[in-house]
């Protein structure tokens, strides 16, 4: 793939499944699959009924039944604003001012990934029983950039979900975002040691708000915690 990463498109014959059946086959006493997945959908199951996305589940666990080899699927999709005469084909606002210029940077294999912060993926639980999860906006970028470490490019895919529509935020909230993926991303690169330990950043960020006409700077402090991977817990 020109992408980098394999670009599986979400075939046919998986869109006019339920999505409750392969949820069967993966739930089945007798299949070898049990236990053996991990699928993470970042909607409310009112949301995926309403727009029908429930086949979100089925195409993001189609790599990992046909291909042994890979064992982390991203979600991709395009992103469309809610005005529909404004095109758009890319991520969103942190995503595009953020995520994607620390990887196209540091880690520029991962470029390809056309969803770093998409909260769609599956994986198999033999990877993930590896991998620290990051609290708060910074789990999906560290969970790619480690999964990435720990196994390499091959074992990454990705899955061609065609449009995706999400709430927008205000640019307040999004600087907290920006900022919990930037730290995610510099204690990636102070774990390799390509930064320096001391020169790891502060947990917090100022920003200017105005109330009653003055304004004023709000302190937020930046949520760095991780949990550990569950195999060091065993």
């Known amino acids: 793939s020109a992408l980098g990463v394999s670009l599986w498109r979400n075939r ?19 299949s070898p699959c049990l236990a053996q997945w991990s699928l993470r959908v970042g909607a409310t199951a009112r949301s995926y009924r309403a727009k029908r996305d ?3 589940v089925v195409a993001l666990l189609g790599p990992l ?38 990887l196209s940077a540091f880690w520029p294999e991962l470029g390809g990934i056309l969803q770093p912060l998409a909260g769609e993926y599956a994986a198999r639980a033999s990877l993930l029983r590896q991998l620290p999860f990051r609290c708060g906006y910074g789990v999906d970028l560290g969970l790619l ?15 061609d979900l ?10 307040p ?13 510099l204690d990636r690169l102070v774990a390799e040691g390509r930064v320096p330990a001391e020169l790891a950043a502060a947990n917090h960020l100022w920003q200017p708000e105005r109330l009653e006409g003055a304004v004023a700077l709000q302190h937020y402090d930046i949520d760095t915690a991780e949990r550990p991977p569950l195999s060091s817990l065993s």
């Open 162 to 171: 065609r449009r995706r529509w999400h709430r927008h935020s205000d640019l």
């Open 65 to 102: 039944f046909d291909d042994p080899s890979v064992a982390f699927v991203k979600a991709a999709y395009d992103r469309p604003p809610t005005d529909p005469s404004v095109p758009s084909n890319g991520g969103g606002r942190v995503t595009e001012l953020m995520a994607r210029p620390m």
């Open 54 to 56: 429930g086949r979100f």
């Open 145 to 159: 950039i480690d999964t990435y470490s720990a196994a390499g490019l091959d074992v990454i895919a990705q899955v």
């Open 12 to 30: 046919p014959e998986l869109r006019s499944q339920s999505p409750w059946s392969i949820r069967a086959r993966v739930a089945s006493p007798e």
């Open 173 to 185: 909230s999004l600087g907290r975002m920006a900022t919990e993926v930037m730290h995610t991303a």
